[in-house]
């Protein structure tokens, strides 16, 4: 599959609790073969799928068995320990999405596991269509748990088309483009490229350039003050940590099991050499 890692990057690891985002697609299946990713672990974050096109099958050790749509999201807690599986189905001939996660805070981070799935009406004005998947955005709130202030949005922009929201200034926003020239408060913003708004701004301007409906996706949240270690699908405070997350995963234990995948999970990748560095919002 084309997948690009759009977050984090050098020039910046987070943006609110966001630390990474992988934009993927438009991909024919027929040609790929698909997603089909076995049983794995995640640890101290929650993941937010979101499709533009395309059906993913999603199973994890809380006995969750959901479908993940364009226009659905799913939002899972890892806290302590979760598992999964996420296979693209039949019904699917083109696979476009992203995947997000999002950074617990240190309290919060040991939290049950759970899953929620909610389906955002769509908000309309004048030249766009947005669906607020988290948090708080053009009179639609999203009833999703989070564990620090958040936003989460799709915005479509008709050919032409301009749009200022009212932002919480407390917030940074980051803004993905999925197709579309976009401009967001005067920086031009091409496909696959993430725009950066810092703390301050009470509003945001969105304008589309080019002759089709651009589509992008909007996140946002408070400055995360905390360092984070990073580590395959583990986010820790410590290498120590993620040590003791892989033997645990290895060892069959803390990360339940999933039930109704035909096949083996995926083993975890050897650790690095070095030790894991700790990395906050500004690195």
Known sequence: MTVRRTLPQRARTL????????????????????????????????????????EIEHRDSLSSHAFVRPGELNLMTGGYGISHSEV????????????????????HRDTARDFQHYVPEPVR??????????????????????????????????PGASLTLAVDPAFEHGLLVDHGDVRLAGTPLR?????????????????????????????????????????????????EEI???????????????????DGAPLPAPELPNVPLKPRGSSR
């Open 243 to 261: 040590a003791q997350a892989r033997k645990d995963w290895m060892e069959g234990t803390r990360f339940g099991v999933v039930h109704g995948y």
């Open 15 to 54: 943006i609110g609790a966001w630390c990474f985002a992988d934009h993927y697609g438009p991909d024919d299946v027929a040609e790929t073969g698909g997603m089909v990713v076995a049983p794995h672990p995640h640890m101290g974050l929650q993941t937010v799928s979101w499709l533009f096109s395309g």
């Open 88 to 107: 693209s189905t039949e019904r699917t001939t083109v696979l476009h999405g992203v995947q997000l996660w999002v950074a617990l805070p240190g309290e």
């Open 125 to 158: 004005t004048d030249g766009a269509v947005m669906r607020v998947f988290l948090g708080s955005l053009a009179g639609s709130d999203s009833p999703v748990r989070t564990f620090t202030p958040l936003l989460g949005a799709e915005i479509l922009l008709e």
């Open 191 to 239: 496909p696959a490229e993430l725009g950066y708004s810092p703390t301050g701004t009470g509003t945001l301007t969105l304008a589309n350039e080019s002759q089709d409906t651009a589509r992008t996706v909007l996140l946002g949240g408070t400055p995360f003050e905390e360092e984070i270690v990073m580590w395959w699908n583990f986010i820790a405070r410590t290498g």
